[in-house]
């Protein structure tokens, strides 16, 4: 969540940048409210302080008197302990509001992220050109007819918004993970496989709850007590590992990647941009993750991009990096940039990787430090996070990217010796 003394300090520039986000006047009601309970918890802290004090004063002149076998002139060290237990218990709720108010707040936009939606996105980069196709098929006809991807058994087992990939089809998918798991560790990343059922700590501490909560699939009380569910990106399972945690600072940046299915509640994609594996309830994504220095934040970013667009790019596929406006990213992150894949049968960019600097957002929620060498204070570490990348999107890019006038498809160079063929023909 955000940093309170940073709202103290200068609320003014808290609620110019939060105004990217928010109605400016949610954000100084929020603000207010905020500020409010701040100065309560204070004064409430000053109280009960006094009170220990006293209290501690007290029992010593009590004491002192009971040795000397003269009366006390004050009362039992008891007498006072209800009044500093009604004290901490009313500290113990304005806190509680607090946090929870504080945590229903999104994270600053970077100063080069600007407001709006998705009509303010900018495209920073582009990868070749689409290519020219005389005829073009979608991806759904196409698996189809390669007999890649069974939909309507994929309906019959989960329902609407699953899928089955067959044959060559499940090969391919395998082929992409298994490819991009080697190029990430190449790259420096750690290889984790978590667990995909998550405590709820987790996904407050990626900042998805309490806002997202109910857009993931959810244990019920009875079976799982504590709060679980199903995870809805490695990320959240990544930053949740070191909840609590203070990392070595020589260890700086952390590099982790992980690869999971992703479990989403989301509505199934009806239209013609979100067909088939396009977006459903379950898919699987490779995604990579840093924590890093203050300072080191703004590099491993640019590397992340430059990662990620160079995995696309091995692939051949077109494609363009867009840098987020503020109201089309993530509640949680600071700056975002997307890298879309073209899909020819719509004439339109399907994102297949969000790349995301948090600051130490997720960190305040995780409770995430670090402590210089020879220092006695921590410090919060800056996270960032993105895909590497999310093969449902890729499986039909490659598809259409790749379709030839006589049905078939030509595979990326890079997967011909996994899959034993450089393309795929209809049955």
Known sequence: MLDMELIRKDREAVATALAKRLDPAEVNR??????RLDQER?????????ERQRRKA???????AKRAGAEPEVSAPEAGRKQLAELESELDEVQSRLRTTMSELPNLPADDVVPGGKEANRVVRTFGAPPAIEKVRDHVELSRALGLVDHERGVKLGGSGFWMYTGLGARLEWALLNWLIERNIEAGYEFLLPPHLLLDTAGFAAGQFPKFYDDVYHLDRESAPRGQFLLPTAETAILGAYQDEILDTTALPLKRFAYTPCYRREAAGSHSDERGTVRGHQFNKVEIFQFTLPEQADAALESMVGHVESLVQQLGLHHQTSLLAAGDASAAMRKT??????????????????????????????AIRYREP????????????GS???TSRLFPAILEQCQQPDGSVLLPEVLHDRLGTDRLTPR
């Open 374 to 385: 020879g220092g006695k204070q921590t410090r919060f570490v800056h996270t960032l996070n």
């Open 337 to 366: 940039l997307d890298i879309e894949v073209w899909m020819p049968s719509t004439g339109k960019y399907k994102e297949v990787s969000s790349v995301s600097w948090g600051g130490d957002y997720q960190a305040r929620r995780a």
């Open 30 to 35: 929020v603000l207010d409210e905020v500020q």
């Open 58 to 64: 007290e029992a010593r002149a009590y004491a002192a």
């Open 42 to 50: 204070r004064a409430l802290i000053t109280e009960i302080d006094a």
């Open 388 to 390: 590497a990348l999310a």
